[in-house]
């Protein structure tokens, strides 16, 4: 174990300490679990930055997503429409709430992430083609 001397305002100090009170741990110990917490998120970041439009939030699944920044919309809802269903970038920008340049940035982002993005999608494929062979339980 390394140490290291940290100097840290008054006020933030008492705020540690109450916080770290209310957890049962020691002040040292909150400490380290902050700084880990922390670095852990700041090393998840997934978003690439040849594409600052698109950025990673975990989808309903609980697995993460890469999706237009600002707004709920899925990459993979992007390629499906210009992919699956032929529509064109500027078509695609006006049936969604969605910028041109956004649209054209997620089919570029699409080509660098082939793989992740075509994966997606064979996932949800399968996972419609489970549910609608299911049975429909009689009421």
């Known amino acids: 174990m390394a140490r290291y001397a940290l100097n840290l305002p008054v006020a933030l100090k ?3 300490e109450l916080v770290a009170k209310q957890q049962g741990v020691s002040l040292n110990q909150f400490i380290q679990w902050a700084v880990a917490e922390k670095v852990g998120g700041l090393k998840q970041t997934l978003d690439d930055p040849r594409f600052p439009l698109i950025t990673y939030r975990r989808g309903g699944s609980g697995t993460m997503q890469p999706m237009l920044r600002g707004t709920n919309i899925r990459v ?7 992919k699956y269903h032929y ?9 969604w709430p969605v910028k041109i340049e956004a649209v054209r940035e997620a089919l570029a982002y699409y080509e660098a992430h082939t ?4 994966n997606a999608i064979a996932e949800d494929t ?5 549910y609608a062979n299911a049975a429909v339980p009689a009421s």
Do not use: F, G, H, S
């Open 14 to 16: 008492q705020e540690a």
């Open 76 to 82: 993979k809802t992007m390629v499906v429409a210009n």
């Open 87 to 95: 529509l064109p970038p500027e078509e695609i920008a006006d049936r």
């Open 115 to 118: 793989d992740e993005i075509d």
């Open 126 to 130: 399968a996972l419609e083609a489970k």
